[in-house]
């Protein structure tokens, strides 16, 4: 089974229910297939071809969609791009993804114009000087249906970055992504009267696959806000009757904490709150489920590598195991936690946790050393995550092999800011960490060491990075020492830059 039969499958039964709703307009499936069908011919005119790498880079808007399915009835890959990225962050992907067409929202051409790229870049959303607009010319597009894709064909690169500081491609094919949305449709019963809220961006692994596409492997609707603000995330629950929302706890929290009138606002109808990115603790859960009036709150855990599929905490288990990533995998997804000689690790010991599924990538683009080294015998997928478990059998995060740092949903990898920091002609040396933060999860904080004291601010390292690194990836704090803690052989002591953080 590939996407676009799914889809088409579901045009037949309810053509004239709305798919997407975007800025009070709905888009129904109808319109949806035959827009998505003028996107494949605008595509195809461009010389995209079957196997050929399409970027979206954009906000959560139809052009994403359509632009989606467009590149899919071809026989094309999608290869989403963060919106958040600056110039070079950017140019890397599309580079390694071998890009020919880069479709971007119009708001991001201050990034892309400054682009040095062979891809051909089409704006959406709205119109960007100098540059094709999609929007416009899928209306003026005859449309095509495209070919029969074959299920284990490509059908997305989704990039998370690596410890070495460069950007890995997953390569996950159409049953990959349908297996996801059935995963994630069973572990929380949706249905064809479902109404999701996409108010964090789609582009992100668990948005996409987990919620978009079990949305649309149900037959339900969609109600796209085009990025998270808290008045308007409340607003959108509240007059579009949103069923099933999923983000990390922060936007939960934000909307608590800046919105005077919360208490106002009618959430009744969200049958399902859903977050990741980082487990909460007692007192954050505590609060949400008083303020929102519900205990139906999800933690989920999962990696772009797995599809993402992974574990749950459902409602009944929020409080009582508060900042657990639950016991039991997903339905169709085997879990291990595998101790360091191999073996099964024992309650209160620590392990690495191993997941094996279908949905499991086949494998990282061009990387086959960093592919093998992922995975152990019998197709188990190595997280890297290590974790202990409980006398119940219970899952607590302890440390992150691979020192990644997830602050507010977003991955940030240590590695990849402390070579971008490194390039600043005044810093010596440089240790990038993660601190906890109640509603962000973590924030970034990089120890610095300088060249000459007083030479360089804090405001300094930022204002060098803010046109390298995506904003979520800049550090909230700098930290300047003379000296960063190393062993006998040279590798810097991260465990106790963190206890000083």
């Not at 201050?110 to 540059?131: H, M, N, Q, Y």
């Not at 009036?293 to 990696?303: A, D, K």
């Not at 009582?320 to 024992?346: M, Q, W, Y």
């Not at 007083?454 to 405001?459: G, R």
């Amino acid at each position: 089974m590939n996407i676009v039969r799914v889809f088409d499958s579901n045009v037949t039964k309810t053509p004239d229910k709305p798919f997407l709703i975007f800025d009070g307009h709905d888009h129904t499936y109808s319109q949806v297939q035959d827009g998505s069908r003028r996107a494949a011919g605008y595509l195809q005119s461009l010389g995209v071809q079957p196997g050929d790498r399409v970027a979206l880079m954009c906000y959560n808007t139809p052009g994403f969609v359509y632009a989606m399915l467009g590149a899919w009835r071809l026989g094309a890959v999608v290869v989403p791009i963060n919106h958040k990225m600056q110039t070079p962050e950017v140019a890397y992907v599309l580079g390694h993804a071998k890009v020919s067409v880069c479709v971007f929202d119009g708001e991001l051409a201050p990034v892309v114009g400054r682009l040095e790229t062979t891809a051909k870049l089409i704006s959406t959303d709205s119109v960007a000087d100098g540059f094709d607009f999609f929007d416009d010319a899928i209306t003026r597009q005859e449309g095509v249906d495209g070919i029969d894709i074959d299920e284990n064909d490509p059908a997305e690169i989704l990039y998370t970055s690596g410890t070495t500081g460069s950007p890995k491609g997953c390569v996950h094919s159409h049953r990959n992504v349908v297996g996801v949305a059935v995963t994630a449709a069973l572990a929380v019963s949706t249905t064809r009267d479902e109404r999701l809220l996409m108010a964090v961006p789609i582009w992100h692994a668990s948005p996409l696959n987990n919620w978009f596409m079990s949305t649309l492997y149900m037959g339900g609707t969609v109600v796209l806000l085009r990025e998270y603000h808290p008045v308007k995330f409340l607003e959108t629950v509240q007059e579009q009757r949103i069923t099933l929302c999923f983000g990390p706890p922060v936007i939960y929290t934000t909307a608590l904490n800046l919105v005077p009138n919360f208490a106002e606002y009618n959430l009744g109808s969200v049958r399902a709150w859903l977050y990741g990115g980082g487990p909460i603790g007692a007192d954050v859960a505590r609060r949400l489920v008083e303020s929102y009036g519900t205990t139906e709150f999800r933690q989920v855990y999962g990696m772009t590598e797995t599809g993402p599929v992974g574990t749950v905490l459902y409602p009944e288990e929020q409080l009582s195991k508060a900042g657990s990533i639950g016991r039991v995998a997903l339905a169709g997804v085997d879990l291990r936690l595998v101790a360091d000689d191999g073996t099964d690790a024992e309650p209160d010991q620590i392990g690495e946790i191993w997941l094996r599924a279908d949905t499991v990538m086949q494998g990282y683009l061009d990387d086959p050393t960093a592919t093998k080294a992922a995975f152990a015998d019998g197709g188990w997928y190595r997280t890297g995550d290590l974790a202990r478990k409980d006398a119940d059998g219970y899952l607590f995060i302890v440390d992150r092999a691979k020192d990644m740092i997830i602050t507010g949903g977003e991955n940030v990898y240590s590695k990849e800011v402390e070579d971008v920091i490194s390039g600043h002609p005044d810093v010596v040396d440089v240790a990038v960490v993660g601190k906890p933060n109640e509603e962000w999860g973590e924030t970034v904080v990089a120890h610095v060491v300088w060249r000459e004291p007083d030479v360089i601010s804090a405001d300094d390292i930022k204002d060098y990075l803010s046109d390298k690194l995506a904003r979520y990836k800049i550090p909230r704090e700098v930290v300047f020492a003379t000296i960063l803690p190393r062993t006998p052989t040279g590798k810097i002591q991260k465990h106790l830059i963190r206890a000083a953080s």
